[in-house]
């Protein structure tokens, strides 16, 4: 794709983005929540390219300054600082090319979602729970580091610690846009705290990342959801164990890819307060309908990248945490770091960096 061309797909997306502005304020909008919803979605997608337009365009503006100040000007002075510029703005314009092209590729719609995430322990017996339990320690740290709020919806724990699983919601800012590169099977190898002959083992936790559903998303018969209340176990003193505030949740809900019906059942301890529990029983069940319905759009994505990043597919080992070595590999692009202790503390940003750089030449490759 040429100057040309970008400029060409460019044309007429800045009258777009001020008329998405203008309706953003009309109240008949403002009332459709999911017109409402897609119209703002659209209004950041057009912002966004549109800056790395302008960034664009004012570089290759300046370079042509430059250029005519360099071939024109007497001066040795004012011909070296142009030649400054002119070494500065040729290797950097390729660059905000490409960032322009990859803002003129459609935006998958779930990027910008919250999502709910649920790490299992596999393979592995205790050691897998010990194991889901510092995935899920590793997810928090990084929660914080990129100033994300997450809540603990559900868990069980192991028996000598960690999680046999663990559900929890993370909302934020593009959370699903980066969270979705850790749905797959993670892979450990070490000696389990468990091992008496110091051999190393290796064990596994999946780790599922699900987009969460607007209301208007799906649709649900609350009245025949039923509905099953408890008394919540674990820390929280003795309101916990005394109250019925912990909520279960069944409802059948049948398959539109298949036909059959299939019944869907949630646990919800979160709060001591039941109507609360209700409603994020709710929320997880719109969610896990929201994501068996959309796993057909999900494998035709899959299917046209021919890449194994973010494709959902949650039964692929998808990274190995190596603590002899002290190495992470992530197997979908082969690529390995040794920084394990800084992986585990949270410093999870560069792998994930890695991946959205791999996805964006397989969807630039397609592109062309």
Request: some cysteine; hydrophobic content about 35%.
């Amino acid at each position: 794709m040429n100057n040309m061309d970008i400029l060409s797909k460019i044309e007429g997306l800045e009258a777009k983005f001020h008329e998405a502005g203008l309706m953003l304020t009309d109240p008949a909008v403002i009332a459709d929540q999911q017109r409402y919803v897609k119209l703002q979605r659209e209004y950041h997608d057009l912002e966004r390219v549109l800056k790395a337009t302008a960034r664009y365009k004012h570089a290759v503006k300046d370079l042509e300054e430059a250029k005519h100040v360099y071939h024109t000007e007497q001066d040795d002075e004012l011909r070296q600082l142009a030649k400054t510029e002119i070494d500065e703005l040729e290797p950097l314009i390729p660059k905000l090319e490409e960032e322009v092209k990859l803002e003129l590729l459609p935006q998958d719609p779930e990027d910008s979602k919250d999502v709910v995430m649920e790490i299992r322990g596999g393979t592995g017996g205790d050691e897998a729970s010990l194991f889901a339990g510092d995935l899920f320690r590793m997810y928090c740290k990084y929660f914080e580091i990129k100033g994300w709020k997450y809540s603990v919806s559900s868990f069980t724990e192991g028996a000598v610690g960690g999680y046999k699983e663990i559900i929890f919601n993370v909302s934020g800012q593009n959370v699903y846009g980066t969270l979705k590169y850790e749905s797959g099977v993670h892979r450990v190898q070490r000696v389990p705290v468990t091992e008496t002959q110091g051999r190393v083992h290796t064990s596994a936790a999946t780790v599922a990342v699900l987009p969460e559903a607007d209301e208007f998303e799906v649709h649900i018969n609350e009245g025949e959801i039923k509905w099953e209340t408890f008394r919540s176990g674990g820390a929280g003193g003795q309101n916990v164990n005394k109250v019925e505030s912990g909520v279960r949740l069944r409802y059948i809900w049948k398959n539109p890819n298949t036909g059959i019906p299939e019944e869907i059942l949630i646990e919800c301890t979160e709060t001591r307060d039941q109507p609360k529990n209700k409603e994020r029983a709710l929320s997880r069940l719109r969610t896990q309908i929201y994501d068996k319905e959309h796993q057909k759009y999900i494998d035709d994505i899959a299917q046209r990248r021919k890449t194994m990043v973010s494709t959902g597919d949650r039964s692929a080992k998808i990274r190995t945490y190596n603590y002899p070595q002290g190495r992470i590999t992530d197997h979908r692009i082969g690529y390995t770091i040794y920084n394990l202790a800084a992986f585990m503390d949270g410093d999870i940003q560069g792998v994930i960096d890695q991946l959205q750089i791999a996805e964006n030449a397989e969807r630039l490759k397609a592109d062309n």
